[in-house]
């Protein structure tokens, strides 16, 4: 993975937005449509199975958000004109203001004024932009392909 990769899959704050479940190219959407296909009609069995597992009683339900990953809104990331992320972040219109690809670029940096009101994500922004500083973004950017997006 190089930098030029890195700028593409992560958002300006460092999380991955290649790997959210409503990206447009995202794994998640992928394997949620695959599975989707594979178990077909699956539902018919479903309801046979569910007088030893009850639990398959649910199986339209599971049905309905499997559909929500594999149809639901399809983002683009933080840097593209397709953002349907719910997470209101200064972060996407700012890198482009302060003309820097992410956060820790900037002069100003950590401006952690910006990010007081966004709960748990203004740990996990300075720590992101922290680690890419020190290690580089392309490096980052590899171990985040290693571990679980949420």
């Known amino acids: 993975m190089d930098y030029r990769e890195a700028v593409q899959d992560l958002a300006p704050c ?3 937005c290649s790997r959210c479940a409503d ?3 995202g794994e998640i959407k992928q394997l949620s449509q695959r599975l989707r296909q594979l178990l077909g009609n699956y539902g018919r069995l479903a309801q046979i199975k569910a007088a030893e597992k009850p639990a398959f009683e649910h199986y339209a339900h599971f049905r309905e958000i499997l559909s929500l990953f594999a149809d639901g809104p ?3 990331g933080c840097r593209s004109a397709q953002v349907k992320c719910p997470i209101s972040c200064l972060a996407k219109t700012c890198h482009k203001e302060k003309k820097v690809d992410f956060c820790f670029q900037c002069g100003e940096y950590p401006c952690t004024e910006q990010f007081k009101d966004l709960r748990g994500l203004r740990k996990r922004w300075q720590e992101n932009n922290d680690a890419m500083k020190e290690t580089g973004v ?3 950017h590899l171990e985040q392909k290693k571990r679980p997006r949420y």
């Open 14 to 16: 460092g999380l991955d």
């Open 23 to 25: 990206h447009e190219r």
């Open 74 to 76: 399809s983002c683009g």
């Open 138 to 140: 392309a490096a980052f």
